[in-house]
Nanobody
């Protein structure tokens, strides 16, 4: 079973940056996608960004231009660089792995493995 370990959350002021990391115990799939989701208090979980084994990426409109997803296959790790953070970015952030066949999209029910979540708090 694949294990995902999310880290990097914290408390920052509005306008600052954070980088989240998602370390996977196994990356030996031919086709895969890893996505970041977030869930704010009282709100539904939403997709934030996704990266495929091909290197292509997707972003939610709310973070496009501020967040960047990247991968280091040698380290079995996916990163989410979050710049110009806003109070509305406050949430628990989860990484998740879809190792089924493509296509891939930020639909939570498609993802097979989930990390434990890391809390991001942005103060105004």
């Amino acid at each position: 079973e694949v294990q995902l370990q999310a880290s990097g959350g914290g408390l920052v002021e509005s306008g600052r940056s954070l980088r989240l990391s998602c370390a996977a115990s196994d990356f030996s799939f031919d086709d895969w996608a890893i996505a970041w989701f977030r869930q704010a208090p009282g709100k539904e979980r939403e997709g934030v960004s996704l990266i495929r084994n091909t290197g292509t990426t997707d972003y939610a409109d709310s973070v496009n231009g501020r967040f960047t997803i990247s991968r280091d296959v040698a380290k079995n790790t996916v990163y989410l660089q979050m710049n110009n953070l806003r109070p509305e970015d406050t949430a628990v952030y989860y990484c998740a792995l879809d190792w089924g066949p493509p296509p891939y999209a930020m639909e939570s029910w498609e993802f097979d493995y989930w990390g434990q979540g890391t809390l991001v708090t942005v103060s105004s």
